[in-house]
């Protein structure tokens, strides 16, 4: 059974950083793309960052570039979020993907297969 467990979440001030790890079971994501999505109240889930199955080329959301930074240990079946200058409007639930395909769907939502339950992140003012 394929599982993707996030872990780093919590509380933090603004200016603070977090930094999120996924860590995946059941079979190795080596070959194909793993990214961060973010789910905050009352909204769609949206694309935060992803990365190619090497980690040699990483693909982010406008409202997270300069700021988070996407990587990938294919050793341990894990990739990570580092985020720093967080804002309170970067308050959501995070949640690490998956995808199954052997190329990379840059930022697609719906080529993402497999999801992990997520981690809170909560920014305060």
């Known amino acids: 059974q394929v599982q993707l467990v996030e872990s780093g979440g919590g509380l933090v001030q603004a200016g603070g950083s977090l930094r999120l790890s996924c860590a995946a079971s059941?079979?190795?994501?080596?070959?194909?793309?793993m990214g961060w999505f973010r789910q905050a109240p009352g909204k769609d889930r949206e694309f935060v960052a992803d990365i190619s199955w090497s980690g040699r080329n990483t693909y982010y959301a406008d409202s997270v570039k300069g700021r988070f930074t996407i990587s990938r240990d294919n050793a341990k079946n894990t990739v990570y979020l580092q985020m720093n200058s967080l804002k309170p409007e970067d308050t959501a639930v995070y949640y690490c993907a998956a995808q199954s395909a052997s190329s990379w769907y840059r930022g697609d939502v719906r080529k993402y297969d497999h999801w992990g339950q997520g981690t809170q992140v909560t920014v305060s003012s």
């Open positions: 059941g079979r190795t994501f080596s070959s194909n793309a």
